[in-house]
């Protein structure tokens, strides 16, 4: 059988590989892997298993627990608001009077 090279259908899953792509878009097979199913193409990018990932953990470390960031965000939040209001009344004060 002929080595696999896009286009053409993924030997691995069946999805669409265009040209020139270095690796299936749906399941990861590339030349280097063999494009075949059981390979370990997830090797030697040290991801954590997943028995030992703590999704909460990751979301904390990478994006912070929200502290001083979400007081900010709430105080420019009320700003916003008040500024609206004020923009609003200064708007519609002179058809009152």
């Known amino acids: 059988m002929p080595a696999f090279k896009p286009p053409g259908q993924c030997p691995a ?6 040209r020139n792509a ?3 878009d749906c ?3 590339c030349a280097s892997s063999g494009w ?7 090797d030697g990018l ?3 298993d997943q028995e030992d990932f703590d ?3 990751f979301v904390e470390k990478e994006f912070g627990g929200g502290g001083k960031e979400q007081k ?3 105080f420019w939040w009320w700003v ?3 500024l609206a209001l004020a923009m609003a009344y200064g708007l519609l004060a002179p058809m009152w009077h």
């Open 13 to 18: 899953c069946g999805e669409w590989v265009p």
């Open 22 to 24: 270095a690796a299936c």
């Open 27 to 29: 399941c990861g097979a």
């Open 36 to 42: 075949k199913m059981d390979a370990d193409v997830y």
């Open 46 to 48: 040290d991801l954590p």
């Open 55 to 57: 999704y909460n953990e």
């Open 72 to 74: 900010r965000r709430r």
């Open 80 to 82: 916003a608001v008040l």
